[in-house]
């Protein structure tokens, strides 16, 4: 039998002064470990955190993404257009964007499950100039060769021979962010490390390294070229107040050798200054602020913070105090020390669930364990009126082709946060299989969906979203993989069991109606069924369609 015998070779980490606002203890967890273990230790340590709204992020870019010396204007890593934010509490600038640094297409990012994190992880997402970010579409990162897109700060095209892992289109950003967007994307290799990504130009659901290898060789190289600036380590901590978590690669850029450069398989130690064995709070710290954005009267937001410790002595009290605090509510008024001091920490929910409308704030006190003092987390939130919402006029859908369709709508003239794409998916037998709800956002007004099998239909819907409420249904469109059988809203209609059949139970006239037994035999038909219809039938199982409804009914007579 083959032996192989690594040998150990630790190296230290000496904090600089990149490292130094970084809270005692906070990458601790990373101390001692190498290789895979050490990214999962970065999964673990980063994947924790406070999920954000994605309609709040307007809110947060005024503190993340603005020159220190001119706090109304947006630091584009797009272009050098001199865009401000106007005067609705940071609100969209026209003619900017919300960025994916790393597009949510790669791994699906709508939903609100997991995937919600990395679709409204501030870490990775930026504003941008609305034609880059079009110019930018979904395609990766690589050095372009010949461009179709040039602003003077983003270029897009076709790639140098060997970058683009198949894609025609690769896009550059320019040199001053170049490192930015590397440290950017080893950052989301390792929080979301557990993804299964649908793109993989660059992304791998074969290697723990979760990055292909061109791709690791480019980011290094860009990695090394642009070093961490001031603009990281500033938008790091303001980040880190907002989300309660870091980039450990702007932390520490040396980390990224230890994983996937010239360091890899050596052991990460830290420096021994930057770990205390005092009692500390890791997160959140002091300064931290939770902006829950906007609600409408009568719904609620809620908020998860992870109380995490080192060190401690004995359980962690908290409170709500100050100003409205009763608009908020927190479960615990006590953090067990065990639960505190764990890996994960203690997931803490804090609701906003306001009375009345204005702006509401409070304060979320932090104290005991034997830490020094308290830490105190500022709460903000606003709430208004009830909005009016119009329904949404959905369109045909387009690029029906094997498995995929893209579902199209008209935006709407509504102030709204988003929109919500229903679907319900039939089997053959006209038995609902599931139902899904896909969360798009305000920029788009399409969403593609490649799961549409032989023998299914889709029948989707689309909502506007505004404040917690949603608008009423669209007009149902029935996708099948035959193509599109037109846009239509299924009529109301339920079947009642009575001796000997069933009374058909309708609030208009219904056209070509038929009914069959289980083995799919026809045995009535009629032209056209009026509500309150008696159908004399013998016990059996029954299905009736209706013409232009997707939704058979199913009776049992008995």
Known sequence: MKRIFTLLVVATFVAGSVFGA????????????????????????????TVLTYGSLWYHF????????????????????????????????????KEHSLPKSWWGGYDETEGYAGYTDINHLYPSDGD??????????????????????????????GQGGGAATVFEPDDRYKGDFARTYFY??????D??????????????????????????QWHR?????????DRNEAVYRIQNNRNPFIDNPDL????????????????GGDITGDPVLVTPTQGTELTFGEIGLGKSLQYVVYVKGDNLLSDLRIMLYKDDYRMFSIPVDRIERAIAVSEEGYPLTITYTPTEVGDHKAKLLILDGGITGSVGIELTASCKDVPVLNPVQILSPTDVEGGSYTINWRSTSDEIDGYVICRTIYDSNGDIEDFDETFADTEETSCTFNDLQPGYTHACTVQSRRLGYLSEKSEVVNVNISGVDGISVDKPVSLLPVEGGMLVKCSEPLPGACIYNANGQLVQQYPVLEDDTMIYLPGGVYVLTISGNIKPVKVVIR
């Open 132 to 161: 880059a970010n079009t110019a930018k579409l979904h395609w990766p990162l690589g050095t372009v060769s010949s461009a179709s897109f040039n602003n003077g700060v983003t270029k897009v095209g076709t790639p140098v021979t």
């Open 225 to 233: 070229q642009d070093p961490v600036s001031q603009k990281e380590i």
């Open 256 to 271: 990224v050798e230890y994983i996937w450069g010239e360091k890899a398989g050596k052991t990460f130690v830290i420096d």
């Open 188 to 193: 989301m290799a390792s929080c979301y490390q």
């Open 195 to 220: 993804y299964t990504w649908k793109y993989t130009w660059m992304m791998s659901n074969t290697s723990w390294l979760t990055l292909n290898s061109w791709s690791i060789q480019l980011l290094l």
């Open 62 to 97: 005024p503190s993340t993404d603005c020159y220190p010396d001119d706090k109304g204007r947006v630091w584009d890593m797009y272009s050098d257009y001199n865009y401000r934010f106007n005067s609705r509490l940071g609100y969209s600038t026209s003619g900017m964007n």
């Open 22 to 49: 970084v809270p005692k203890n906070y990458y601790s967890t990373l101390n001692g470990k190498s290789g895979q273990a050490l990214k999962n230790a970065i999964h673990q340590l980063t994947k924790k955190h």
